[in-house]
T-cell receptor, first 111, second 115 residues
Framework: LAKTTQPISMDSYEGQEVNITCSHN???????ITWYQQFPSQGPRFIIQ???TKVTNEVASLFIPADRKSSTLSLPRVSLSDTAVYYC????????????FGAGTRLAVHP | SAVISQKPSRDICQRGTSLTIQCQVD?????MFWYRQQPGQSLTLIAT?????????ESGFVIDKFPISRPNLTFSTLTVSNMSPEDSSIYLC????????????FGPGTRLTVL
């Protein structure tokens, strides 16, 4: 499983766009990039998953360059409720495969 | 998606005792996983629980300490045996159907304190 590196923490303000970048230099051909969000006292929640280029859903966008060695999670117009830890995971697609969590990025959104 | 519940939500236990944590999924799933999370830390995978077979444990975790059962496609238990204060942690289960692009869904966790 590819190792990931992401910032330990980030600060933002309500209404701003937040971009969290994850490095995964050793990503394999069959690996997908998945992001999870975890609020205090809750289990992680799936946000978005992608393989290449750009993926967008109602929560976030995921940008993946052609070399796939990094990815950027973009949260548009964050609110206080987006304060959470965000984990970037890289591995084969599908629920058969175990997830290995890195340290994650602790995002704090301020009024 | 899948909705996962865990029992108990929290417990305080004495050193040397054992606690069994239950994980219930609202639909049939292929894969179930157990994680441990220290406060303020990331998640560490303990084991993968497959129905009808023994659990597969990650490095540093052994069956004698963390026996797991998976009697059917919607239920699993994790027992923390002969507990010590170092076992104080949050224990989470997750589940996945293993179909297509389906990913893992997590329970709310069980907060365990060992005195």
């Amino acid at each position: 499983l590819a190792k990931t590196t992401q910032p330990i923490s980030m600060d933002s303000y309500e209404g701003q766009e937040v971009n969290i970048t994850c490095s995964h230099n050793n990503i394999a051909t069959n690996d997908y990039i998945t992001w999870y969000q975890q609020f205090p006292s809750q289990g992680p929640r799936f946000i978005i998953q992608g393989y290449k280029t750009k993926v967008t859903n109602e929560v976030a966008s995921l940008f993946i360059p052609a070399d796939r060695k990094s990815s950027t999670l973009s949260l548009p117009r964050v609110s206080l409720s987006d304060t959470a830890v965000y984990y970037c995971l890289v591995g084969p697609m599908g629920g058969y495969n175990k997830l290995i969590f890195g340290a994650g990025t602790r995002l704090a959104v301020h009024p | 998606s899948a909705v996962i519940s865990q029992k108990p939500s929290r417990d305080i236990c004495q050193r040397g005792t054992s606690l069994t944590i239950q994980c219930q999924v609202d639909s049939q799933v292929t894969m179930m996983f157990w994680y441990r999370q220290q406060p303020g830390q990331s998640l560490t995978l303990i084991a993968t629980a497959n129905q009808g077979s023994e659990a597969t444990y990650e490095s540093g975790f052994v069956i004698d300490k963390f026996p797991i059962s998976r009697p059917n496609l919607t239920f699993s238990t994790l027992t923390v045996s002969n507990m010590s204060p170092e076992d104080s942690s949050i224990y989470l289960c997750s589940a996945a159907r293993g179909q297509g692009t389906d990913t893992q869904y997590f329970g709310p966790g069980t907060r365990l304190t060992v005195l």
